[in-house]
């Protein structure tokens, strides 16, 4: 006799911003213990990978001294996908950025209104790159060279979404979409037999619940992949001299990226691979990164400001998954 399944919807907190997941499970399964798994699951990540809690494990191995330290199993896991990323777009990812990040206000330091100081980015730059880390798969240990401030807030709520759907295969869950701060990942299919479709948002569009179908850019099919969206519209400030600064940092200058890139979408296997090729596009841009995704058949979607309004640009695999 085949199962009662229902489609359950859960929410809560994470990682500074909200979770969501929708889930097709027996109807006999417990939402109750569902809601507490998935929460567990979260937090297990936010307890390693955490720049504002000071017993994190990250927070633990920034205030280290100089040496080998070992990782728990996640945090390694997400680093070492870090490092291979920056390793691999020539430093335009840096898990190191840390220092930059604050000092622009962006960090789990105090916000502030004004630009660092040249000296201020100078003394950071001595505690940032990527190749100053060293990582032993054999041991799990990282390398702290002194001084150095990982911040990996650019793949964790990836990394999290993966976790969550793992957790919910191993239950038996039918189908599911999970959705950390934006990123999402869906397996299966909806109840009704239709897959899972994912709108994606216009960066102009008023914060918070979309009302309308013109507040979207377009619509895809999301079923059995991650799709991570970065942008600078949720998240910038003004200084007193009227310049924006957005919160992606450029690791190979310190300075904010340019404001014409207003969001990037990138599908994946992963969402701890499309979380962190977000940011990897927008410090890229839309030229470079557009020829990175080429060659890599990376399915990835730029909406730029240009002289009329938000225009698109995208990568042949994206344009293939959009019509798909």
């Known amino acids: 006799m085949a199962l009662s399944c229902a489609l359950q919807y859960l929410h809560g907190l994470t990682m500074g911003t909200t979770w969501s997941v929708r889930v097709v499970a027996p109807s006999s399964w417990s939402v109750d213990a569902l809601q507490r798994g998935i929460q567990a699951q979260l937090d297990t990540v936010d307890g390693q990978m955490s720049t504002y809690k000071p017993d994190s494990a990250l927070s633990i191995f920034n205030a280290a001294a100089t040496g080998w330290h070992p990782l728990p199993a996640a945090f390694f896991e997400v680093l070492s996908h870090a490092m291979w990323l920056a390793r691999d777009s020539g430093g335009a990812y840096d898990p190191s950025v840390g220092p930059w990040v604050n000092l622009w206000g962006f960090g789990p330091t105090e916000a502030i209104g004004e630009p660092p100081t040249a000296a201020a980015l100078a003394e950071a730059q001595q505690r940032i790159g990527w190749w100053k880390i060293k990582l032993d798969p054999a041991t799990r240990q990282a390398f702290q060279p002194g001084g150095m401030q990982l911040d990996l807030s650019s793949i964790a709520k990836g990394y999290g979404v993966d976790q969550v759907g793992r957790w919910l295969d191993d239950l038996g869950a039918t189908a599911w979409l999970v959705e950390v701060g934006g990123e999402l990942k869906a397996h299966g299919m909806k109840p009704d037999g239709t897959p899972w479709r994912i709108g994606i948002e216009r960066p102009d569009a008023p914060s918070g619940a979309l009302e309308r179908a013109d507040q979207l850019k377009c619509v895809l099919t999301l079923t059995g992949r991650a799709m991570a969206t970065s942008g600078d519209y949720r998240r910038s400030y003004q200084g007193d001299a009227g ?32 979380d962190p090729l977000g940011t990897t596009m927008i410090i890229l841009g839309p030229e470079q990164g557009l020829a990175y995704a080429r060659e890599r058949g990376l399915a990835v979607l730029f909406i730029v400001r240009g002289k009329h309004g938000l225009e ?13």
């Open 243 to 274: 310049q924006v600064y957005s919160h992606h940092i450029d690791p190979r200058s310190g300075q904010p990226v340019p404001h014409e890139v207003a969001s990037v979408s990138v599908l994946a296997d992963e969402a701890m691979q499309a």
């Open 312 to 324: 698109e640009r995208m990568s042949p695999a994206f344009a293939a998954a959009l019509n798909a």
